[in-house]
C-alpha cells in the first residue's frame, strides 16, 4: 500500500493546517490510520491515530485538543486538522497505516505496529 501524504508548508504560529494522506486501492477502509512526525535530531513521534470506522481517535498528549484526525472512506483518505499551531510543531509529518489488530490497537503509538508509512510532509511553524 503506497501513502501519499501532502498538505505541510510554512505558517505563522497560532495558524492552521490540514494534512491529507491518499492511500489508493479498495482495502483502504480495513487499515488503522496514524500520523507520527519527526523533528531533525529526533526520534519519530507518535501523534494520532483513527480506527477503520472513525469511530475511535487516539491522540499525543501534546496535541490532544488542537489536532483533530479524520477520515473519509470514500476517497481512501485521512486527515489531520492541526489548530493553534506552535514552533514546537515544526516536523516532518508522515501518515502510516495497517491493518486492524490487536497489536496495532494496542501500540498505537509506537511506528513499529504500522506497515505501511507515505514519504513525509514538512510542516514548519515560525515563532
Known amino acids: 500500500v503506497q501513502l501519499q501524504a501532502s498538505g505541510g508548508g510554512l505558517v505563522q504560529a497560532g495558524d492552521s493546517l490540514r494534512l491529507s494522506c491518499a492511500a489508493p486501492?479498495?482495502?483502504?477502509?480495513?487499515?488503522?490510520m496514524g500520523w507520527f512526525r519527526q523533528a531533525p535530531g529526533t526520534e519519530r513521534q507518535f501523534v494520532a491515530q483513527?480506527?477503520?470506522?472513525?469511530?475511535?481517535?487516539r491522540y499525543a498528549p501534546s496535541v490532544n485538543g488542537r489536532f483533530t484526525i479524520s477520515r473519509d472512506n470514500t476517497k481512501n483518505t485521512v486527515y489531520l486538522q492541526m489548530n493553534s499551531l506552535k514552533f514546537e510543531d515544526t516536523a516532518v509529518y508522515y501518515c502510516?497505516?495497517?491493518?486492524?489488530?490487536?497489536?496495532?490497537?494496542?501500540?498505537?503509538?509506537?511506528?513499529?505496529?504500522?506497515?505501511?508509512w507515505g514519504q513525509g510532509t514538512l510542516v514548519t511553524v515560525s515563532s
Open positions: 483513527i480506527s477503520r470506522s472513525a469511530s475511535r481517535t
Open positions: 502510516a497505516g495497517g491493518p486492524d489488530t490487536t497489536d496495532l490497537r494496542n501500540n498505537y503509538y509506537d511506528s513499529k505496529a504500522y506497515d505501511y
Open positions: 486501492g479498495r482495502t483502504f477502509s480495513s487499515y488503522v
